[in-house]
């Protein structure tokens, strides 16, 4: 029967929706129920690795904490903790008489100066910061130069009594005097010692009268350069081998040190008797410094009739650094009396101490003299 051309059009188009309804079956077959085209599938996971496992523990790591840098007591160089060394430095001034022997405390010193005084003996400054011992003994009178000397840290000086000058330049230098005479607590008298050489003081109870001002200055600067590191200090690195230091301070004190390997200290010697500590330690330094000053008499006298003499430590000179048995020259300036001494090698560069703690002799430049055999 011949169709009409209503019913032909009618045809193509079944037989087109038909095709397409066949085509999608397929895709549907091929392709599941999502009918998710070939170019719209998302590309295949790779494979985990053992290299893409420890990127992946790397990106969940905090990041490393930075390494702190290590802290040191600013008069020893030696490492320590920083919230520890919030404090002032407390000198305190001890005599050496042969009256006075043995002393006291010297042994937990960071820093100890010895100077001359009126007749030919010397006396001791003794600073402390990172030790503070119980006691300290025989305390006694203040001298001129000791303001220069502690006027760099700006912290606590003990001591028995004095004259009003030499009071009045220690605290014209930003330094609190402590002082027996005026009644400040910390100090008491040895019962087994005979007066003048038996006062004890007392360094955690002078740091408890700490004035507020003080605080601005804890701790105390260096007041000398150190060098870390095995050998690195400057005599150690740069210096000669020198088993014996002896230093004349006047016709009534010589002081001797000699090297112990054993303990890498000097060990003192007052003249020809070991210099000891009422504990019975045997004063030691893993540095000594001696330099070489002026000393004028000043016209006040102590209670002998004696002149007082004043060593003068604003200016330079020359002087040597003795660390770990060896020995070399420096020279030292200080500018000023608020300036800590700065010591210089021949070649201009600043001298280094080893770490650890240091005795200082003031030598007088025209009657003291020293040698290293």
């Given amino acids: 029967m011949r169709r009409t051309l209503r019913q032909q059009r009618a045809a193509g188009v079944v037989a087109v929706v038909m095709t397409v309804a066949i085509t999608m079956s397929a895709c549907t077959t091929a392709w599941g129920h999502d009918l998710a085209w070939p170019w719209d599938e998302p590309e295949p996971l790779p494979t985990p690795t053992a290299t893409m496992a420890a990127e992946t523990v790397v990106r969940k790591t905090d990041p490393p904490k ?77 001298r001129p130069m000791d303001a220069a000397i502690v006027a ?6 003990a001591y028995s009594g004095g004259q009003l000058p030499f009071i009045d330049k220690v605290n014209r230098v930003s330094t609190q005097s402590v002082i027996m005479d005026d009644g400040h607590a910390g100090f008491s008298r040895d019962p087994s010692r005979p007066a003048p050489h ?85 004063h030691g330094a893993r540095n ?41 020259k420096v020279r030292w300036t200080k500018g000023r009396v608020g300036a800590p001494i700065r010591l210089e090698l021949e070649n201009g560069e600043p001298a280094k101490l080893v770490p650890g703690n240091t005795w200082v002799e003031l030598v007088p430049r025209t009657s003291g003299s020293w040698a290293v055999p």
């Fill in 288 to 328: 000594v410094v001696a330099i070489e000053v002026d000393v004028v008499m000043t016209p006040y006298t102590d209670p002998s009739g004696a002149h007082v003499p004043e060593t003068k430590l604003v200016g330079s000179g020359e002087g040597f650094l003795a660390s770990g048995g060896k020995v070399v």
């Fill in 66 to 142: 930075p390494v702190p840098k290590p802290v040191y007591w600013p008069l020893t160089g030696v490492e320590g903790k920083e919230a520890k060394m919030q404090r002032p430095a407390v000198s305190v001034k001890i005599e050496n008489a042969p009256e006075a022997r043995p002393t006291r405390g010297l042994e937990h010193a960071d820093i100890v100066w010895e100077e001359v005084v009126e007749g030919g003996i010397t006396r001791f400054v003794a600073t402390y910061h990172s030790t503070l011992p119980d006691a300290v003994e025989p305390v006694r009178s203040v």
């Fill in 152 to 157: 760099p840290m700006k912290g606590i000086l």
């Fill in 198 to 282: 038996n006062v004890i003081g007392r360094p955690k109870v002078f740091l408890a009268q700490e004035r507020e001002d003080l605080r601005l200055f804890s701790p105390p600067p260096a007041q000398f350069a150190y060098a870390h590191g095995k050998g690195k200090g400057s005599a150690v690195a740069k210096g000669r081998k020198a088993g014996t230091l002896k230093v004349r301070l006047s016709n009534r004190q010589t002081s001797y040190w000699y090297w112990d390997g054993g303990s890498r200290t000097y060990k003192r010697s007052e003249g020809g008797a070991p210099s000891m500590s009422m504990s019975g330690v045997r």
